[in-house]
């Protein structure tokens, strides 16, 4: 094993994406991570998403190059088996509903007393704490109340729109292998043991923050009275430009890049109000009032020439290209940021390699997400089990 988490030990109680999420980002770098799942159905993402020889793509993608250990957690011997091997892992993390990991006695408190050094963190929907401690939490909740649809409003309707995508599992996921992280690093600084909470609510308002916080930010009236004025939104200025044949973005922000994006487009802008970033930001309808002369003329343009006149003067700009196509785009293939998995059942499987590529410390080999208690007899052996109290185990519904 190899990677700057190698020697580093996870237990994954986590279940669906944001929990797991996060264990794998350790897993792709290097750590050890046992992931528990109920005997039988298993996590339930085993059986969300496309399917192919009994694998779900998106469990294998949020679960790949863990251990698979099948335990009945509301069994006293279930429970047993955690605390046992809460003495041996590094990090325990799990996303229960507030109140669910105490009740079955798993809880940071409870594994603490066999581990003081265990770093241990609770993911949840709203927090622990407040009226909606209790309520029920799936990405398209939180991305609701967390602000992300209205952020995402149509600039013609007003109409919130949802993101097509699991933004709030993932972005909590990656904010929780970095709280991980970190806590790791303290703890080899001498800060012992600690528990990190995380609400998805709350990864999604740090995360969405800087976007509104040109208006939503300031407070009253300044220290010299000043009110403040809204400026040109840097996200929301961002629309997809419509070519002949595809689309594309451009995105200036320099003064020369603004003036060249004109020029690509066979515009020579005197008006001296929009010359400035300055300018550009306190004329926002002067300045679409061009863009939209502008895009009168890329839906005229093929993309591939619009493209290759914006690159000329220097503007930053891109195609939108499609998921499904950017493992072939030669970008793509020179950064090798895409890894072929073979999984046994499910044949060949593409998958992202882990985005931070380590020199010094470089991360494993990406590996297949593990069958359904795959590797509850070897865990099992790690802390002490024999081939005799394993069977009884089995027998006994406490694993699979």
């Known amino acids: 094993m190899s990677g700057p988490f190698s020697g580093i030990k996870v237990l994954d109680l986590g279940s669906m994406v944001a929990g797991p999420g996060a264990a794998t980002v350790l897993s792709d770098q290097g750590a050890d991570v046992v992931k528990v799942e109920p005997p039988g159905l298993g996590d339930l993402m085993r059986h969300l998403s496309t399917n192919r020889g009994g694998v779900s793509g998106l469990y294998h993608n949020v679960n790949r190059g863990k251990r698979s250990l099948a335990l009945n957690l509301k069994s006293e011997h279930g429970v047993e088996i955690i605390c046992k091997l809460a003495e041996q892992v590094d990090v325990v993390l799990q996303n229960f509903r507030p109140g669910v990991?105490?009740?079955?006695g798993v809880d940071y408190e409870s594994l603490r007393e066999y581990n003081p050094n265990l770093i241990y963190l609770s993911a949840s929907g709203f927090g622990?704490?407040?009226?909606?401690?209790?309520?029920?939490?799936?990405?398209a909740v939180i991305q609701a109340f967390a602000g992300v649809s209205r952020s995402q409003e149509d600039p013609h309707t007003g109409e919130p729109v949802q993101y097509y995508q699991l933004f709030a599992d993932k972005l909590t996921a990656l904010t929780a292998s970095q709280a991980i992280s970190a806590a790791l690093f303290a703890r080899e600084r001498g800060a012992g043991g600690q528990h990190i909470?995380?609400?998805?609510?709350?990864?999604v308002i740090g995360f969405l923050w800087a976007d509104v916080a040109g208006t939503a930010a300031f407070l009253g009236k300044g220290k010299q009275g000043e009110e403040v004025k809204e400026g040109l939104s840097v996200s929301k200025g961002a629309r997809l430009t419509k070519f002949e044949d595809g689309y594309g973005i451009a995105s200036p922000v320099t003064d020369a890049q603004f003036a060249g994006y004109c020029r690509a487009f066979g515009f020579d802008e005197k008006d001296s109000k929009l010359a400035t970033l300055a300018g550009r930001n306190t004329h926002p309808e002067e300045l679409m009032a061009l863009v939209r002369r502008i895009n009168a003329t890329a839906s005229r343009t093929p993309?591939?020439?619009?493209?290759?006149?914006?690159?000329?003067e220097g503007v930053p700009c891109a195609m939108a290209q499609s998921l499904a196509?950017?493992?072939?785009?030669?970008?793509?293939?020179a950064c090798d940021t895409f890894a072929t998995i073979d999984?046994?059942?499910?044949?060949?499987?593409?998958?992202?390699?882990?985005?931070?590529?380590?020199?010094?410390?470089?991360?494993?080999?990406l590996r297949p997400a593990a069958t359904l208690g795959q590797h509850t007899d070897e865990i099992l052996k790690e802390i002490g089990h024999n081939d005799a109290s394993i069977s009884e185990l089995r027998s006994d519904g406490v694993v699979a």
Request: charged share 20%; aromatic share 4%.
């Open 325 to 333: 196509d950017l493992p072939v785009h030669p970008q793509i293939l």
């Open 128 to 139: 622990d704490q407040g009226p909606y401690k209790d309520k029920p939490a799936y990405d």
């Open 101 to 104: 990991a105490k009740r079955l």
């Open 303 to 312: 993309a591939a020439e619009a493209i290759a006149a914006m690159e000329a």
């Open 343 to 365: 999984n046994p059942n499910a044949g060949q499987m593409l998958e992202p390699n882990n985005p931070a590529s380590f020199l010094g410390t470089p991360s494993p080999p």
């Open 197 to 203: 909470k995380l609400s998805m609510v709350d990864a």
